[in-house]
């Protein structure tokens, strides 16, 4: 693998990762539009680029539960991975959860993603956390994310969700 450097997240960062994020998350959204079709995409995502730069801004300037961190590769920010963890004063239900997870297209299927989930993962462990949890697409735009989750040990429980315009 390249010479990746994994780091916590500084503000000065955003624009970046929103970017990075933006450009990663397009086939994504594509492949949205292509199962769902055009009309019904439209309802759901009718700016998706807008709302996924709210979402990523909101992620990454959140509270001291959710947790941020850059992979940085020759100096370039080349993905990054966001967790929230939740933990439980009895200990039965302290979950961590991979809230977003994004790789430069030009950087992917080279482990960066992996590297990151596995980053990730050990972090929550040293909190105390006993079990992680990632939701995902099963569209094929998220293919490469389920491979990336697989190889860090993640076990698929398959849940669909419906969607009709009206």
Request: net charge negative; proline share 5%.
């Amino acid at each position: 693998m390249m010479n990746l450097f994994i780091r916590p997240f500084s503000p000065d960062d955003l624009e970046d990762v929103v970017q990075l994020s933006l450009l990663a998350w397009a086939p994504v959204f594509h492949s949205f539009e292509q199962v769902l079709g055009s009309k019904t995409y439209s309802l759901v995502w009718p700016d998706w680029k807008e709302t996924q730069r709210t979402v990523v801004e909101k992620i990454c300037q959140e509270h001291e539960k959710t947790l941020v961190w850059v992979a940085e590769t020759h100096g370039m920010i080349t993905g990054f991975i966001a967790c929230t963890l939740n933990s439980q004063e009895n200990g039965q239900d302290d979950t961590g959860e991979v809230d977003l997870l994004a790789v430069h297209p030009e950087y992917q299927n080279q482990g960066i993603g992996t590297a990151l989930n596995h980053f990730a993962l050990e972090k929550m462990k040293e909190s105390g956390i006993k079990l992680a949890i990632v939701g995902t697409g099963g569209d094929p735009g998220h293919a490469p994310a389920r491979r990336t989750y697989e190889k860090a040990g993640y076990t698929a429980l398959p849940i669909v969700r419906y969607y009709q315009a009206l």
